[in-house]
């Protein structure tokens, strides 16, 4: 998701006559998208801010200041007397989309008012973490909302930036098109381009602080996302990954997964993240016929208990969850299935623990991603459920259930040895000493692969590659 916001970013900048650099030292303002979904992703942009120069602007968007923001109370005795002009506080009204300039008092009165008020913060000098982070360092010049994206150049305006835009081409965050250039967040990744196709989540799972961070569900049209999808396949895209929280949930997936396989020039399709029981039959069956839409489901099935899903607001047990990897199975296409383990949720018993172990073991999964429970302000779990597992079991469990991934995840690549598979060619990684160009990217199966040659090969190029080497989450093909 972070690859779609930054196009969109990008793509609002360019259209202000920014340019673009990938080099942190060479770029005069540095743009984080951040993260909240754990305390350590939180942690991770206090440090970075550290290595930036003194002389570089920092603008800070996303779900990091998006949590503050929702749930600060915005009142007189939060916001420091001595805010003045320049300490970022506008509001937007959405009759006209203008950027109007508040006082202090003006936005309480706002905030007090009605819940239907037409005027929302789209800065926030009044959201603590801002003063907290602006007082060491003085660089950040900017925190705003990622929906906000549309009209920066409005908000640039508005904080002296002298910049020239085609106003044609604000449009709202759901209808930017990052046209005619390249989509992901790599200007190496040449031929994958990400498409949104909802924002946000209404699944309120425990633990999770996305619906509190981000917001509420909003389905995009099929007909805006087909579009996007046809714009960046014009331009030179082959691969396509539609994106959100919960992907699946969009009423008309499978609609959209099949106008998309319809286009002209794409060669792959893939969506993250899915949610299990929004799985239909059909979609199964359009895995199964369609060559293009990748053989690899992701089902992030979380933990195996039942006690602990219905802890952590999961719609399934795992009696469902059985079932649906059963009609994996039964389709006559070879599909890889990868899942999400959470570990360390708080009550979670030795024979919980021990559930979830045998869903592993049982299932066999191509891979795991594991996910360390991290208490997170205003969520469920947070509120009611106290983190009461020991550290002693929890680094005993985290080890254990490591170990069981590295042995399945050998074991797995060790099978697809001597298989012909096509590779994407999208990322070079490096030329080593011994003169051999090395590119990374993924299988239609989604494994890691390592593809090294002594030729140098075009990056977009689908190859088709008799793997050599399987070892634990990456496989390698070496060219004679
Ligand atoms: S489905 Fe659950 S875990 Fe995923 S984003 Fe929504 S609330 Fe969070």
């Known amino acids: 998701m972070n690859y779609a916001d930054h196009a969109r970013i990008k793509s609002i900048l360019l259209n202000c006559w920014f340019s673009y650099t990938e080099e942190q030292n060479d770029a005069d303002i540095i743009i984080l998208i951040t993260c909240s979904v754990r305390q350590k992703a939180e942690d991770k942009i206090t440090w970075l801010l550290k290595d930036f120069k003194k002389t570089q602007k920092i603008w800070i968007t996303w779900c990091m200041i998006q949590h503050n923001i929702r749930n600060s109370k915005f009142s007189q005795k939060k916001i420091p007397q001595n805010l003045k002009i320049g300490n970022f506080l506008w509001t937007i009204n959405l009759d006209n989309y203008e950027i109007l300039w508040l006082t202090t008092n003006e936005i309480n009165k706002q905030n007090n008012s009605t819940k239907n008020s037409k005027i929302v913060p789209i800065n926030h000098a009044f959201n603590p973490q801002f ?24 908000i640039l305006e508005k904080i002296w930036y002298k910049i020239k835009y085609n106003s044609d081409l604000l449009n709202e965050y759901e209808k930017i098109i ?24 209404n699944q309120f799972c425990s633990y999770c602080i996305v619906p509190y961070a981000r917001g509420l569900e909003r389905n995009f049209e099929v007909e805006h996302i087909v579009n996007e999808c046809k714009v960046h396949l014009q ?85 469902k969850a059985k079932e649906f990897i059963d009609n994996i199975k039964k389709l006559d296409r070879k599909i890889s299935i990868t899942t999400d383990i959470i570990v360390w949720f708080p009550n979670e018993t030795d024979e ?39 550290y002693e079991i929890k680094h005993k469990r985290w080890k ?55 030729k140098k090969l075009n990056i977009g190029d689908f190859i088709e590659v008799k793997i050599n080497r399987g070892v634990v989450f990456k496989l390698y093909w070496e060219a004679k």
């Open 131 to 154: 003063f907290n982070l602006k007082e060491t360092f003085e660089n950040i010049e900017l925190f705003r909302r990622i929906d906000d994206t549309w009209f920066l150049p409005k």
């Open 178 to 201: 990052p046209e005619n250039q390249n989509t992901s967040m790599n200007i190496r990744h040449k031929k994958t381009a990400y498409v949104p196709i909802s924002t946000w989540c």
């Open 235 to 319: 331009n030179w895209a082959e691969e396509i990954v539609l994106l959100w929280q919960i992907v699946n949930k969009h009423p008309k997936f499978v609609e959209i997964i099949k106008e998309v396989l319809k286009l002209d020039w794409l060669k792959r399709l893939r969506y993250t993240s899915p949610y299990p029981t929004y799985y239909s039959n059909e979609l199964l069956e359009l895995h199964e016929k369609e060559e293009k839409l990748c053989p690899h489901i992701h089902i992030p099935f979380q933990s195996w208990s039942d006690q602990i899903l219905k802890a952590m607001n999961r719609w399934y047990n795992n009696q």
């Open 352 to 390: 919980d623990f021990q559930q979830s172990l045998d869903l592993i073991k049982y299932w066999n999964f191509d891979m795991i991603y594991i996910g360390i429970y991290s208490p997170r302000p205003w969520t469920y779990a947070h509120k009611n459920i106290p983190d009461n597992i020991p």
């Open 400 to 454: 254990e259930l490591n170990n069981l991934l590295n042995k399945i995840s050998l074991k797995n690549n060790q099978k697809e040895v001597w298989k012909v598979k096509t590779v994407l060619i999208n990322d070079f990684m490096t030329k080593d000493i011994n003169w051999i160009y090395k590119y990374q990217w993924y299988t239609d199966n989604m494994k890691q692969i390592i593809v090294s040659s002594k």
